[in-house]
């Protein structure tokens, strides 16, 4: 009986052994799809906000191939990477197949329009924009199910862990945490620059717009971007041109208050959030900033400008309105001849 019981034990021993390392890999593996979906998550976001960028500045008469370039880098990313991508869910590799067809739609009639900027041909590249804007959205909600079923398997994994139980314990308390706060950053934050992406700022503008309206607190909002970054990507390279990208984003959360929001908002345009300031001392702030960016070396590059809009809040604002006007002051600042900053309220 003592053999017996000793084999039992060992048996029993293994068993937990092997469920105690299944249920870890398995805890891994859905760990691991789940940081993949939030980057392909977050690279739709930047796909779509960049897609109605490209045809505003179009409409303008300005070019924009950079945004035009982080698109098709997106897409061919998507492409090498099929096996990553939400482990091959057919659903989510067909509509994005049909999104990169739209995309190239949307290139082609976007040169037709060049040659002839007819109201027709207005029309009709506002409208592609806008199918390209529904489907990008459908697209980015079926992605975020996708991946909210597989953080809800993590109960199955959990259940392996019950048989030993304070390891169990442990293990839950501790993978949730990391799941959560992993999933929070790669969702919230650029992963280039390390700062806030243009989803968190615009949750973070909406609460914001909130709290003044209650409250009748100053809040302002500067939008910049770096003056002619296309010649930096040109002249040296992409890789170049996203070590600037990171240098300036370095440079200019130092000489912010803690209490003021940086964010980037696509290819080379950031926003900050400056908290119970009117606009006056956030003009002053922009100016500050502008001003050590133009006397900044740049490594590799060298000596850069930036141009900048400022507004404020104003009551019955709300999340558009005050990106239309702050948009418009930055090409105030870009028709007045760059490296300035302008206001507009």
């Known amino acids: ?51 109605q960028r490209i045809v505003k500045l179009e409409l303008a008469g300005i070019e924009n191939q950079q945004g035009v370039d ?20 057919q659903e989510i590799h067909n509509s994005l197949n049909d999104l990169y067809h739209s995309w190239r739609q949307l290139k082609m009639v976007r040169e037709i329009y060049r040659d002839d900027p007819s109201p027709e041909n207005t029309n009709l590249l506002i409208g592609l924009s806008e199918e390209f804007w529904l489907k990008s959205n459908t697209l980015v909600y079926i992605s975020q199910l996708v991946s909210e079923k597989k953080v809800d398997k993590y109960e199955t994994s959990f259940f392996l862990f019950l048989i030993n139980l304070p390891i169990g314990v442990l293990s839950i308390f501790l993978i949730k945490r990391y799941v959560k706060d992993k999933l929070e950053h790669l969702v919230n934050y650029d992963p280039l620059t390390k700062i806030y992406n243009r989803r968190y700022f615009n949750e973070y503008l909406y609460n914001q717009i909130q709290k003044s309206e209650r409250y009748k607190r100053d809040m302002s909002f500067i939008f910049l971007d770096i003056d002619y970054f296309k010649k930096v990507n040109d002249n040296f390279g992409h890789d170049v041109g996203d070590s600037v990208l990171k240098e300036l984003s370095h440079l200019i959360q130092t000489n912010i208050r803690k209490s003021d929001l940086l964010a980037r908002l696509g290819g080379e345009e950031f926003g900050i959030l400056v ?46 309105t005050i990106y239309k006007r702050v948009d418009s002051a930055l090409y105030k600042a870009k028709n007045n001849g760059r490296n300035r900053s302008e206001i507009l309220v």
């Open 1 to 51: 009986m003592p053999t017996l019981k000793s084999s039992i034990l060992i048996i029993i021993s293994v068993c937990l052994l092997v469920l105690l390392i299944t249920g870890g890999f398995y805890t891994m593996y859905l760990t691991y799809t789940i940081k993949t979906d939030a980057e392909v998550i977050n690279k739709l976001g930047v796909i779509r906000g960049s897609v």
């Open 275 to 320: 908290a119970e300031n009117n606009v006056e001392k956030a003009y002053s702030l922009a100016e500050k900033l502008r001003k050590i960016v133009e006397a900044h070396d740049f490594r590799d590059v060298g000596k850069l400008t930036i141009s900048l809009g400022v507004t404020e809040y104003v009551p019955g604002d709300n999340v558009d």
């Open 70 to 89: 982080l698109i098709d880098k997106n897409f061919t990313e998507f492409h090498e990477n099929r096996v990553k991508v939400f482990d091959e869910n």
